[in-house]
């Protein structure tokens, strides 16, 4: 199957990639350089080099018999000195397919990481479903804490991390600060309840591998930590009541306004 993709990227696009296939997960890696353009958005010949990756590893994936769990594009910009990595699970590409899911959800169910440096020989294994949920969920949560400038500004988060560790969903927030601010806190807890509630709902409705989630510092420091049953409880629509800390736990606070979800 990797040899596959790397013959029809160098045949059909003049594109040079080296491929692996490893329980599961294909991974897809190319040095595309300038990614980013003047206004540090991703540029509009690089978006379509890498819809064509998309294109050739999703077409590989159905022509196989292996079973084919996820797919890892990862672009090397070494003038950046970074890495773009997009993770998508196989079957959501099918659905978007088979127009059972419409182009914004499955654009919602990618999970994007950028690497920093990220030039070192690829050693990754291959993805478990609770994983890819971890990481997923890591990825919007860093994506809702830093679209939005006034809110990047109160928390200051820099990157966030994500790992399964006995059914538990631990999201590592590096930060400027270890230990937040009441006010920003709250709307750290808050983001992460959203996160996390909406990708398990995805993925794992009835919480089998995935029942808790945590937010720690890099220290491994617990910042907040709810079950997702409760999550589930407590998410009532436009009355639904913020989360804060209580002893690690999350438990309902009072709110004077109703509390907005914030945008995927």
Known sequence: MAEHVQDICRREYKMDVTARFVEGTLYVRHVLDDLVGDNLELKPKKLDALDNLLRVTNRVGQSTDAKVEHLVLQLQDHKLGTRLDLIQRFEDYEKLR???ISQEEFQSRLAIEWVKGGGEEPTEDGLTLAEFMARLTAARLHHNMTGNPFVNVLLGVQAVTG????????????????DPERVSAEVLFNA???????????????HALIAVVRLQNPRGKRLWQSDLATLDRAKGGAGEEPLEPVGGVAAPVKSAT???RPGL
């Open 98 to 100: 088979n127009i059972r």
């Open 163 to 178: 790992a399964v560790k006995d059914q538990t969903l631990v999201l590592t927030l590096h930060a400027g600060e270890d």
């Open 192 to 206: 992460a309840a959203d996160a996390a509630r909406e990708v398990c709902q995805k993925y794992d409705p009835t």
């Open 258 to 260: 109703p509390r907005g």
